[in-house]
C-alpha cells in the first residue's frame, strides 16, 4: 500500500453476502457529450484501483443511451448486479 493510502472499507450488500466498497463511484456524467471515452476509461479504473468496487451506472442516466464502453481490463469477467441479482 502507498504512503497515505487508506485501505477501502467494505459491506455487505443486504442479504447477497457481497461485499462492495463503503465508497462508490457514481456513473452519470462517464457518458456525457464532454467526457470522453480514455477519461471515462482512467476514472474508472483509478476507482478500481483504489478499491472501489461499488459503481453506480444506472440506464436512466443520459437518456438511456446505448453506446456504452466497455470499460474491463482485458483480464476482467463481466459482473452485473441489480434486481434479482
Given at each position: 500500500?502507498?504512503?497515505?493510502?487508506?485501505?477501502?472499507?467494505?459491506?455487505?450488500?443486504?442479504?447477497?453476502?457481497?461485499?462492495v466498497?463503503?465508497?462508490?463511484?457514481?456513473?452519470?456524467?462517464?457518458?456525457?457529450?464532454?467526457?470522453?471515452?480514455?477519461?471515462?476509461?482512467?476514472?474508472?479504473?483509478?476507482?478500481?484501483?483504489?478499491?472501489?468496487?461499488?459503481?453506480?451506472?444506472?440506464?436512466?442516466?443520459?437518456?438511456?443511451?446505448?453506446?456504452?464502453?466497455?470499460?474491463?481490463r482485458?483480464d476482467?469477467?463481466?459482473?452485473?448486479?441489480?434486481?434479482?441479482?
Amino acid at each position: 500500500m502507498e504512503r497515505n493510502q487508506i485501505e477501502m472499507p467494505y459491506r455487505v450488500l443486504g442479504r447477497t453476502g457481497a461485499g462492495v466498497s463503503a465508497i462508490g463511484l457514481g456513473g452519470w456524467y462517464l457518458a456525457l457529450k464532454t467526457v470522453s471515452a480514455e477519461l471515462s476509461t482512467r476514472i474508472v479504473h483509478a476507482a478500481v484501483d483504489r478499491g472501489i468496487n461499488f459503481l453506480d451506472n444506472s440506464w436512466d442516466y443520459n437518456s438511456n443511451r446505448q453506446d456504452i464502453v466497455d470499460l474491463r481490463r482485458d483480464d476482467e469477467p463481466p459482473a452485473v448486479a441489480g434486481r434479482g441479482a
